[in-house]
């Protein structure tokens, strides 16, 4: 005569196996499902421990490989991958020529506009965009990178005051490094080092602070 099971161990049994989550911590009751009808697994001793889980065959799990993969995702870019060279060292080159050995004379944005129409790497259209002081044109680029590109310019951060490539244009804010309090400044960058720029005069990049860098783009 065979005996069943005594319902002791079969109580203490489901409990070790039922009560705690993979980390050791109780299931949220939130998160426990009935179980669902299907056969029983008999486990060893002849205990019943609820409906049998299909485990799906090894090479189902994992990502795929082979030409089922499709191509390797590209690398991520960094913040000057698309920096024109070629157009910054046009551009710095330009604005040395016109200013190199100019007294200072209060109109740094309209030095950086001619040397930027004159160096020809704008496209036209759209041209220049004129505003009444840097500052203003600084914010105007910050806000529309979209008509920036056109132009052939990004907005980068993070380069500080001496990684900034050359033919890069940079906008010092109202006040910033003693700078006009109405209308900043904004220059050219016309060394590898960073440390030269024009706009209507030619002087040294300011390291008290980093300024708003615009590098020229390809097109």
């Not at 960094?78 to 007294?103: C, F, H, Q």
């Not at 004379?105 to 506009?113: D, S």
């Not at 907005?155 to 900034?164: D, F, M, P």
Request: proline share 10%; hydrophobic share 35%; charged share 20%.
């Amino acid at each position: 005569m065979r005996c069943a099971p005594h319902l002791a161990i079969v109580a203490v049994f489901a409990s070790a196996l039922g009560c705690v989550g993979d980390l050791g911590v109780p299931d949220d009751p939130q998160d426990e499902v009935p179980d669902a009808p299907g056969e029983s697994v008999a486990l060893d001793g002849g205990i019943s421990q609820g409906p049998a889980v299909e485990i799906p065959p090894a090479e189902d799990a994992g990502a795929e490989t082979g030409a089922d993969a499709g191509p390797p995702a590209p690398p991520p870019k960094g913040p000057l991958d698309d920096y024109d060279a070629a157009r910054g060292k046009t551009l710095a080159d330009k604005a040395m020529a016109m200013w190199s050995g100019k007294k200072a004379g209060g109109k740094c944005l309209m030095g950086v506009r001619m040397s930027a129409e004159a160096s020809g790497i704008l496209p036209t259209p759209p041209g220049w965009t004129r505003f009444a002081g840097a500052y203003q044109w600084g914010e105007w680029a910050n806000a529309h990178p979209a008509d920036l590109k056109k132009i052939g310019f990004r907005r980068v951060i993070g380069l500080g005051a001496r990684g900034i490539p050359r033919g890069s244009v940079i906008v010092w804010q109202r006040g910033q490094c003693g700078y006009s309090k109405t209308w900043g400044h904004i220059e050219i960058v016309v060394d590898t080092a960073s440390s030269k720029a024009c706009s209507d005069y030619c002087g040294s990049v300011k390291t008290c602070a980093e300024p708003w860098t615009y590098i020229p783009t390809k097109l």
